[in-house]
């Protein structure tokens, strides 16, 4: 069975659901006495442009959707209002008026006459649970369904399994980009293959430390996992039986905000090993602003980026942290995916890429 991909789909007078990487990192800023939100990276948002564009040009109606954090119902903090705004800005709309609307049941905001974005998804209770009826009730919107959120396309969440049961479903340019390069690197990695886990999301990450265990040279983990290490020390004890791969937890330091620079020092070393480095998240709490925390993380990605060999980097915070240092063009290739590129490398099957067979 082959994927269903969008070039070959007749989108021509349709109304496109296009589910889209909204999850963006955001920062709270206060100007004039008034709190505003901004976005402090758009790396996943430009990564969708193309296909947004394509259907524009080949004269379909868009509905983008997607979700942005992990809301409790509804909240004002994690609207997509910004993002509504900067799709405004990129398709250089002038005298923008954005117009907040209805389609069916759901908020969202009128870009174009043609393009409408609907509020962030995770509002509403029947997205996570995926959820038969409201499932259906977003497919009702739209006659085609677009799947390019390659980094939530591991979650079984109404838009991104339910949506495309009862619609023509394809993937975006995007995730077919992402499947096309990381099957390649799953497939046949030049070793040594060294994978570097760091960032928050724990429950998401750790089972992934363990997968990475079977299939990578070395496994660095830094950063707030780090300090799960009763469980990775388990980890550790099994790789070490049937001695598959090397892990190595990073130390951190007193204040617990990064990890220490003899274990940074350590972890230079297993990168200059490497013939394909893989990274996901951050091993330092890089939004403080107290503290240089992000001394290590900062010193990894001139590492991997001095090596020169294939480096992939995926996961909003990382993809912000980099951009932010200015070193995103010296990785070969930048993942919209952070917990769903490792489970894609842990040769999982995601279910939002399996529905679009
Ligand atoms: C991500 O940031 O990895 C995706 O947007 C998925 O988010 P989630 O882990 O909250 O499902």
Redesign the pocket.
Known sequence: MKLCLLKNANVSGKTVFLRA?L?VPLSQQKTNNRQQTKIIDDSRLLAWMPTLEYLLKNGAKVIIAG?L??PKGVDKSLSLNPVAKWISNKLKIENLKLKKINLGEFDGWEVLPSLFLLENLRFYEGEEKNDEEFAKKLAGLADVYVNDAF??S??KHASIVGVPKHLPHFAGFRLEKEIEVLSKVLKDPERPLVVLIGGA?LE?KLPLVEKMHHFADYVLVGGKIAKETESLIKVQHEKLNSAKSMLFVGELNKNETDITDESTENFIQVINLAKTIIWNGPVGYVENKKEDSARASRKLAYAIAKSKEFSIVG??DTLGFLRNIGLSEEFSFLST????MLEFLSDNKLPGIEILY
């Open positions: 990487d999850d979700h954090g992990r980094a939530a591991h979650r999301k998401t996961g909003g995916g952070g917990g769903a």
